[in-house]
């Protein structure tokens, strides 16, 4: 039996050897010192991360302790010896252990532009994932960033990337594509400066790739590579963490991948997938995946970290300039040919109103306007997206809206797969690479918009295109933001695609000075708001796990499954259900009395719009399920003299909970339905048991 040997080893420097005596000398020099140096200040400069450290080491925080004795004792810990003893075959049976483990899959939800954003909090994560992992020797983790298909959002995570991980030592933000700048193009290649480092400090530390077949197969490829031991890396094993940005827009894509995951479950540390519209195509991707939730990173950091002192969600919403803040300039022209809905706005005013009503409570008209007023010397600064197409005439197509904005003497800022970059009124066309070239720009695109600002304080200009505009770029900074919004009938057929178009005008207040008049039908409006009310409602709840029914425009619910555990209740609450008047009340009632005292189970699986809700109010009272669904509306129970077995929906019931999907139901808000089985319900292979009851419910 071949064995691995002796190891010594130093947590801080990542330092081994075969000898005691070598260990100690390494302790003594200047290399490990001023590593036990720059972990200090680490700790001195991030009081969370310095929490974190106590938590991760076990180190108990005494009332006497100093932050600087505490600091001590951590570099202290870790820089201990240790000493590992391990062979071959307990190596490898280690790692097929690790093969059954499931990897934790999270979904980052925010709203579009939050303040604390989704790209801030990601980067955020791996940061510390990176310190953690420096000092530890069990495996090296290389961050993969999957971002949408757009070389605008590749730069602008890679951008952010960069600026939030240069105050790292030996970190590196790689990124693999096709363009003439990246630092591969090839897969192999990095594979290659794996394979060739001499340390881990050497190792890779994040690849930043795009939602492409090619680089989905990519990191296979790499998966494929380092899905055993391999006498190369045998001393510092890889995992993987992946981030995949905007999956909802990408849904091929994803779905390939999942199909193969499993197969390298060994490999990664965990699956995030960051999204501000997880809708109905995303979910039924995942489910038809077999995935059916997904955790809530903020919901886990909050339990595992509840002595940070960060802001809560509320503050954070206070700081946001969201799409009501905006002025909502109402404009209901039918059409689905953005051009068209751009024309009409041109032309068309609409109606002011007094703040006071008349004798009928009708506000009292007292004006018109333009919706975009043309004879006044204000600069404008429009967001207008445009139809799919490129070209094509008579759409309302990018090249169409160009033209017309040119037409009144705009600049039009372009983004479309063929070209990027601003068009003058003559015709002239600067691409964004040039005019970043020409004045030395290395950021975002939000940094190329306040420089064309500051050089030409007093030109129109729009933005038009469609994909490319959609989501992930940000455009609103200081210095730049939106005088008008112009969306059309054309853009809400995918809610998705609807909210990021409509959700690049929102924002943090520190970037956003000026309230921006957002035109568009009522439809748009109140469709966007019953979406975003739902997001925050969703996050202030801040469940351990996300489900399609959070997400749904839907009203109806996961099935409530109760269960009785008196079998003498439960006949009393069979024998209820006689036919007699009032029979529902007497029902209720006793259900409710049950729950209360313990001889009924609930298992509600509904985050936001639940059944029952055991959270205290002010009085300090438990609400209970009458407080929300005080009637039943409807209540089916099967017997063993049924005659139609094949209609009762226990098995449908039952599916729609294990999988976290709603079911429809008729009855009115307030009212509920409930399904039981007097006697063993056997059917088609599907088992109900008497003690299992069923309640369904719609919700506001």
């Known amino acids: 039996?071949?064995?691995?040997?002796?190891?010594?080893?130093?947590k801080i420097c990542?330092?081994?050897c075969g000898q005691r005596a070598h260990i100690d000398h390494h302790r003594s020099t200047d290399c490990h010192v001023a590593k036990c140096v720059d972990l200090t200040n680490i700790l001195k400069a991030d009081k969370p991360l310095y929490c974190k450290y106590i938590t991760e080491l076990k180190i108990e925080e005494g009332d006497d302790k100093t932050m600087s004795q505490l600091r001590q004792e951590i570099i202290d810990r870790l820089s201990a010896i240790y000493i590992s003893e391990m062979r071959l075959e307990e190596y490898q049976q280690?790692?097929?252990?690790?093969?059954?483990?499931?990897?934790?899959?999270y979904l980052n939800h925010e709203l579009t532009q939050f303040t604390r954003g989704k790209t801030e909090q990601t980067l955020n994560e791996i940061s510390e994932r990176y310190l953690l992992n420096s000092i530890s020797n069990d495996s090296h983790i290389i961050q993969i960033i999957v971002t949408n298909k757009s070389l605008?959002?590749?730069?602008?995570?890679?951008?952010?990337?960069?600026?939030?991980?240069d105050q790292y030592e030996n970190i590196d933000v790689d990124i693999l594509s096709s363009d003439s700048k990246s630092e591969y193009h090839s897969i192999h290649n990095f594979i290659s400066k794996i394979t060739m480092a001499k340390t881990k400090d050497e190792l890779p530390n994040i690849l930043i790739v795009c939602f492409h077949k090619r680089r989905i197969e990519d990191m296979l490829a790499l998966f494929d590579m380092f899905c055993r031991p391999t006498i190369m890396i045998q001393n510092a094993k890889l995992k993987f963490h992946l981030s995949f940005d905007e999956p909802d827009a990408n849904i091929g894509m994803c779905s390939k991948f999942l199909t193969k995951y499993k197969k390298y479950m060994k490999l990664l540390?965990?699956?995030?997938?960051?999204?501000?519209?997880?809708?109905?195509?995303?979910?039924?991707?995942?489910?038809?995946?077999?995935?059916?939730?997904l955790l809530n990173p903020h919901n886990l950091k909050k339990r595992n970290h509840p002595y940070l002192d960060e802001k809560s969600y509320t503050e954070y919403l206070k700081s946001y300039f969201q799409i009501k803040d905006h002025n909502h300039l109402i404009c209901n022209h039918?059409?689905?040919n953005p051009l068209e809905y751009i024309e009409h706005v041109f032309e068309s005013t609409y109606d002011i109103f007094d703040t006071e009503t008349d004798a009928d409570g009708k506000n009292i008209k007292i004006g018109e306007a333009p919706y975009i007023d043309m004879t006044d010397q204000k600069r404008k600064i429009i967001f207008s997206p445009a139809h799919l197409y490129t070209n094509k005439k008579g759409v309302g197509s990018h090249e169409e809206v160009?033209?017309?904005?040119?037409?009144?003497?705009f600049t039009v800022y372009l983004s479309n797969g063929k070209f990027k970059g601003f068009i003058e009124p003559s015709g002239e066309r600067m691409t964004l690479d040039a005019f970043n070239e020409k004045y030395n720009i290395t950021g975002e695109l939000r940094d190329t918009m306040r420089k064309w600002s500051e050089i030409f304080p007093l030109k129109n200009i729009a933005i038009t295109g469609y994909w490319t505009i959609e989501r992930g770029i940000t455009f609103q900074t200081n210095g730049f933001n939106f005088t008008h919004a112009i969306i059309s009938d054309y853009h809400k057929f995918m809610l998705n695609k609807l909210l990021q178009l409509?959700?690049?005008?929102?924002?943090?207040?520190?970037y956003i000075q000026d309230k921006c008049n957002l035109i568009c039908p009522q439809h748009i409006i109140d469709t966007v708001n019953t979406l975003v009310n739902k997001t925050i409602e969703l996050r202030k709840e801040n469940p351990e796990n996300y489900n399609s029914t959070d997400f749904s425009e839907k009203n109806s619910s996961i099935p409530v499954k109760l269960t009785f555990v008196d079998d003498e209740y439960r006949s009393i609450c069979i024998d209820a259900i006689n036919g007699r008047r009032n029979y529902k009340q007497h029902l209720h009632s006793l259900l409710k009395n049950g729950y209360e005292t313990g001889k009924i189970v609930l298992e509600d699986r509904n985050n936001v719009h639940v059944f029952t809700n055991d959270s205290k109010d002010k009085t300090g009272n438990t609400k209970l399920f009458d407080d929300i669904h005080k009637s039943i509306s409807n209540v089916k129970m099967y017997s063993l003299s049924d005659t139609s077995p094949q209609s009762r929906r226990f098995a449908q019931f039952n599916n729609a909970f294990n999988t976290y999907k709603p079911t429809s139901q008729t009855g009115e808000i307030g009212e509920y339905s409930i399904d039981l089985a007097k006697d063993r319900y056997e059917y088609n292979g599907f088992i109900n048991e008497p003690n299992i009851a069923w309640i369904t419910f719609r919700h506001e």
């Open 402 to 409: 160009v033209q017309f904005y040119n037409q009144l003497g």
């Open 94 to 105: 280690e790692w097929q252990q690790e093969w059954q483990q499931e990897v934790p899959l």
């Open 1 to 10: 039996m071949s064995s691995l040997g002796r190891k010594y080893y130093c």
């Open 152 to 165: 605008l959002e590749t730069r602008q995570w890679r951008v952010r990337t960069k600026n939030k991980m």
């Open 269 to 293: 540390v965990a699956i995030e997938f960051i999204t501000a519209t997880p809708y109905d195509n995303f979910w039924k991707m995942l489910q038809e995946n077999d995935i059916f939730k």
């Open 334 to 336: 039918e059409t689905v």
């Open 14 to 16: 990542n330092y081994s």
């Open 502 to 510: 409509i959700g690049r005008v929102t924002g943090n207040k520190l």
